[in-house]
């Protein structure tokens, strides 16, 4: 065998292990916001930026991330897009578990009410301010207190963004955030987060490609068993 002849073949083993070791990506749907996926300066970070990388390393295969709006959670709009898996921050309600299909839940959240640091509340949702997000859950939960005759001062947002800067500035003194976030938040500017939740539910995500189901669900319950999830989110929320 010629020296070049060798060469070849030794390129062409590399070859094929290459593409046997990463022939597979796995695309992802980042839905954007803190602390789930966000842009730090200009890579991204985040949560569950954390964990799907983590669970492609365990799979073995090269993850490709999409970031996009959290508008797309719609079941006429996510087939068209051509990814496997959706995720961020995503609450496993009743409601969405009749639209999507869901991998096996790797976080254990719920709904939240966010207090400014220097606020002494007991309970009583008529003595404070609430900020809302406009369409989401905590707009609909204030508007059925207004409907069942409780005096609730409420102020109505586009973004959370919005309500975290008039947590600041003591424009309003609660707001609604699912609970992750809300332990974020409390490490990040100082807020409170009341012992009570709304309710509790479960974080997955949507899965899109059915034949990966097995190995998805196989490698989120290795991770969770192991730490490396809750590893993960103590890194950005602190223990809890």
């Known amino acids: ?143 059925d207190w207004v409907k069942s005759g409780k005096k609730i001062k409420y102020s109505t947002f586009v973004s959370n963004e919005e309500i975290v800067i008039n947590l600041l500035i003591k424009k309003i003194d609660g707001a609604f955030f699912d609970y992750i976030n809300a332990l974020y938040l409390s490490k990040k500017y100082g807020f409170q987060v009341h012992k009570d939740l709304i309710y509790s539910t479960n974080i997955g995500a949507v899965l899109l490609n059915s034949s990966l189901e097995k190995k998805l669900n196989d490698a989120i319950s290795k991770l969770v068993s192991n730490g490396t999830i809750q590893r993960i989110l103590t890194s950005y929320v602190g223990s809890f």
Do not use: C
Request: proline fraction near 3%; avoid cysteine.
């Open 1 to 143: 065998m010629t020296i070049k002849n060798a060469v070849a073949i030794l390129l062409l083993a590399i070859l094929l292990i290459s593409i046997y070791t990463f022939g597979q990506f796995l695309k992802i749907g980042l839905l954007l916001g803190e602390p789930y996926a966000y842009w730090l300066s200009i890579k991204l970070s985040g949560i569950e930026y954390d964990i799907w990388r983590a669970i492609g390393t365990e799979l073995n295969m090269q993850v490709e991330f999409y970031v996009l709006p959290f508008s797309v959670l719609d079941a006429a709009v996510l087939p068209k897009l051509g990814l496997d898996v959706i995720a961020g921050g995503i609450h496993m309600t009743d409601e969405r578990k009749k639209v999507f299909k869901f991998t096996q839940p790797y976080i254990n959240s719920g709904l939240a009410i966010v207090l400014r640091k220097d606020i002494k509340w007991d309970g009583d949702i008529e003595k404070i301010t609430f900020g809302v997000k406009k369409g989401s859950t905590g707009e609909r939960i204030v508007r």
